[in-house]
């Protein structure tokens, strides 16, 4: 079983800048593509980006492209995702996933099994 913890939310004004972390830990992650994911109150839970820990490519959804960046650091096990000009539209509780099955970022939540608990992100106007 793989374990992901997040951190770094928090409260920022527009316009700021805050970096969120997924630690993994309980099995091999070379070949597991890591996902973020966010879900605000009454909406569904959606795609904000991902990560292939093999290969290097990221993916994003057009409303964070250009904002949002994920990088990882293998030796850490961590997974970062580097949010910039946040607007209180990126309210939200933010979760990253992992995928052991494929080696290319997926956007789809039901393609990953393990799931961290979430962490508060909230952008004030």
């Known amino acids: 079983q793989v374990q992901l913890i997040e951190s770094g939310g928090g409260l920022v004004q527009a316009g700021g800048s805050l970096r969120l972390s997924c630690v993994a830990s309980?099995?091999?992650?070379?070949?597991?593509?890591v996902g973020w994911f966010r879900q605000a109150p009454g909406k569904e839970r959606e795609f904000v980006g991902a990560?292939?820990?093999?290969?290097?490519?990221?993916d994003y959804a057009d409303s964070v492209k250009g904002r949002f960046t994920i990088s990882r650091d293998n030796a850490k096990n961590t997974v970062y995702l580097q949010m910039t000009s946040l607007k209180p539209g990126d309210t939200a509780v933010y979760y990253c996933?992992?995928?052991?099955?494929?080696?290319?970022?997926?956007?789809?939540?039901?393609?990953?099994?393990?799931w961290g608990q979430g962490t508060q992100v909230t952008v004030s106007s």
């Open positions: 996933a992992a995928d052991p099955r494929s080696a290319m970022p997926r956007a789809s939540r039901y393609a990953y099994p393990y």
């Open positions: 309980g099995g091999t992650f070379s070949r597991h593509t």
């Open positions: 990560v292939s820990w093999s290969g290097g490519m990221t």
